[in-house]
């Protein structure tokens, strides 16, 4: 991946956990490293298939000098996630803050703080089989993209399959959508929850029917067992409502723990079905 870098930008702003750094103020230096492919904007010799830097960095002498925190963390946290939101083309940044100026009785250059963020794959699995069931998963995926910490990037053809357990229930609705996020696996359970409890969902009975059902499936190749989380989804591999849809947008995504393709998953599942 190609890197655009923005050095040492010198803003005068007012972080600091001491009061008179809040009021007094100091000098920073912020350096961005914003990383993307500007193949199309070298070929073409075309800034709209890059990034403006003067704009990028102006942007960040803006966010930096007109907002105030204790730690230059929250600066550079903030700040990354400003420019990625921003700059939709930009995949990943890496954002250092230093402060030359610190309050602190040993003689140093600088003490900073460098974090790099980016835009993580998901792909989530949506499920209803109560009243509009087209209509909740078309909600779900609405409610995804009003955020600006997710994109939506493709969504899988909807099919109805029969319930797996043996409560009495309509047949379900399901679908799969690939999303690039912001979102910690942990933050991204919080967000798709809050969409579930606004569809009304039900959880009193375990496996029962349900207005709105969106689990992950995968997180980029992170893996999670915990008791609240786990990723890639448990039992997914069993699960042809997931695989099906799944296979039609993302048939060579490696499961991280198998090592087997969602195509290869599904060619099993059915082989053993």
Not at 81 to 92: A, D, T
Not at 101 to 119: C, D, L, Q, Y
Not at 132 to 148: N, W
Not at 159 to 184: H, M, R
Request: some cysteine; charged content about 30%; proline content about 3%.
């Amino acid at each position: 991946m190609d890197i655009i870098k923005i050095k040492n930008i010198e803003i005068f702003a007012n972080h600091g956990v001491l009061r008179e750094e809040n009021v007094l103020g100091q000098k920073f230096l912020v350096s961005v490293d914003l990383y993307l492919s500007t193949r199309k904007a070298g070929k073409y010799d075309n800034l709209e298939f890059s990034v403006d830097y003067n704009r990028a960095a102006i942007m960040t002498e803006k966010f930096v000098s007109k907002n105030t925190f204790k730690l230059i963390e929250t600066v550079a946290e903030n700040l990354a996630e400003m420019l990625l939101i921003n700059f939709r083309s930009v995949e990943k940044v890496r954002v250092e803050i230093k402060k030359p100026w610190a309050p602190v009785k040993i003689h140093t250059e600088s003490f900073s703080v460098e974090i790099e963020r980016g835009w993580k794959k998901v792909f989530l699995s949506l499920g209803s089989n109560i009243g509009d069931k087209k209509g909740y998963l078309d909600f779900a995926v609405a409610e995804i993209e009003k955020s600006d910490f997710c994109k939506v990037a493709k969504i899988s053809d909807f099919i109805v399959t029969k319930p797996v357990s043996d409560i009495k229930q309509d047949d379900f609705l399901n679908g799969c959508v690939e999303i690039k996020t912001l979102y910690s696996p942990f933050e991204l359970l919080k967000f798709i929850n809050e969409i579930e409890s606004k569809a009304g969902r039900d959880r009193s009975v375990h496996w029962g029917p349900r207005t709105l059902d969106i689990d992950i499936i995968f997180y980029d190749d992170v893996v999670i067992y915990e008791k609240n989380l786990i990723i890639p989804h448990i039992e997914m591999e069993n699960r042809f409502f997931v695989l099906k849809p799944l296979s039609q947008i993302a048939p060579f995504q490696k499961h991280p723990v198998y090592g087997l393709s969602v195509k290869e998953l599904l060619e099993k599942n059915l082989k053993n079905n």
